[in-house]
């Protein structure tokens, strides 16, 4: 419990970085323990009073501090390497990027960190195949009781074609086949640390949810990993359970009210699309690049607009190579009048930061854009929920998180001369 505790105690500047009513994020729910803790590791201890309004200066309006909703329980995914065209390379998807934007997030007074609640698995299975959920949860403990030590990754897909005429094909009953059957492709391996991990992503989407529908107008939930590449009987792209979705579900279930995901990262989201494509009551737009040369490759076309009740429901809008600051901001705006039309009372927005110039991807979006987005998105007036998905070049990831919230509170942009 104490090394545990540790993940959540960030020793510079002396402070617990998560700690919700007196609950640190690794559970430890005395307040006495936790101040025995405290007082061991630093004189300068915080309150246990949370200070809800920031510093200001005179000119600047009363803001509230958005609440971010974070795990450490994050850290115990470390996939040790992917597979990306063939070539055996770095994961894209490393711990570093959740506390690239914490760092950043903390350095700022005008946000405040909170714990996830545990929401149990039957939000879960609202969405997703109860099998797929049960490979994930087993997986590893099979795969190292066959005495593999690597990470587990598939080496056959059941292709669509495979089966052609011939019905349907039951799992099968060794892991690595079953890794095919449930994994699209190879760059999302089970480790130790992935179920736990993605398991605390949903509970972090789940709360940011139940702060959301207790009336803040805009709360964060720093998720990883990310989630919109997983459907219902289906998971990958560094995703293993739907984080966005599973949230938007329990809101439209709680609230019996219809809700919009507006999705702004770089790759479709092509599981969110797939949960929601039949249902009129979950709006999906989604800005990305053109399926055509972009990842996933096989969902994300303008054409793609939902089927049966859920027809006109969701809206795809690919961008072409190098797409700047102009055009995405002219798309995010027809993204936007979308939404108002579909009236929903709620948005949940799936972020990811790889639309940055200078992540991997082919966008050319600056920093100062993405503090535009954030206000426009919170021009809006809707109760929001942002929720992260990709975004992997670590240095600046932080950076774009706290412009992007900054905009979307109303809160003026920060020059950096080192983030272009
Ligand atoms: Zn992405």
Redesign the pocket.
């Known amino acids: 419990m104490t090394v545990d505790c540790q993940l959540c105690w960030d020793s510079s500047p002396g402070r617990w970085i998560v700690r919700s009513g007196g609950i640190c994020c690794a559970g430890l729910e005395s307040s006495l323990q936790v101040s025995l803790l405290v007082q061991s590791r630093s004189r300068r201890a915080p309150p246990m009073t949370r200070v809800r309004r920031r510093s200001r200066r005179p000119s600047e309006p009363v803001v509230a501090v958005v609440k971010v909703i974070y795990s450490p329980e994050h850290k115990q995914l470390v996939p040790p390497y992917s597979v990306e065209a063939g070539v055996h390379g770095a994961p894209p998807d490393v711990p570093d990027r959740a506390e690239a934007i914490l760092r950043d997030l903390l350095a700022d007074d005008g946000f405040e960190i909170e714990a996830p609640t545990e929401h149990g698995l039957e939000p879960i299975l609202a969405l997703h195949d109860p099998g797929l959920v049960r490979f994930l949860e087993t997986a590893w403990d099979l795969w190292t009781a066959e005495g593999r030590t690597q990470p587990l990754y598939p080496d056959t897909f059941m292709h669509r074609s495979m089966r052609e005429g011939m019905g349907s094909v039951q799992e099968p009953e060794s892991t690595l086949a079953r890794m095919g059957y449930w994994c699209f492709e190879t760059f999302t391996p089970i480790v130790e640390g992935s179920y736990p991990a993605a398991r605390a992503a949903v509970n972090v989407g789940l709360t940011g949810a139940d702060v959301l529908l207790a009336g803040e107008p805009i709360v964060y939930g720093l998720c990883r990993p ?1 989630g ?1 590449h997983v459907g219902q009987h289906i998971f990958g ?2 995703s293993y359970l739907n984080n966005a979705a599973i949230a938007a579900e329990q809101i439209v279930r709680r609230t019996g009210e219809p809700v919009a995901i507006l999705d702004l ?3 479709h989201g092509n599981g969110t699309q797939q949960l929601f494509y039949e249902r009129p009551d979950v709006l999906y737009v989604s800005l ?1 690049g053109d399926p055509i040369r972009a ?1 996933p490759y096989f969902s994300g076309y303008a054409d793609e607009t939902g089927f049966g009740a859920g027809e006109g429901a969701t809206r795809n809008i690919p961008l072409p190579l190098g797409c700047s600051d102009g055009p995405y901001i002219a798309a995010l705006d027809d993204a936007l009048e979308l939404i108002a039309r579909h009236g929903s009372p709620r948005l949940i927005v799936s972020l ?1 930061f ?1 639309t940055y110039r200078l992540d991997a ?1 082919d966008f050319e979006l600056t920093n100062a854009a993405f503090h535009t987005i954030g206000g426009r998105v919170g021009e809006g007036g809707r109760p929001t929920l942002i929720l992260q ?4 070049y670590v240095p600046h990831l932080g950076r774009n998180a706290r412009q992007w919230l900054r905009g979307a509170e109303g809160r003026a942009f920060e020059p950096d001369s080192e983030a272009p």
């Open positions: 990310p919109h792209g560094s990262d770089y790759h990305h990842w990811g790889d991807e998905e990709g975004g992997y």
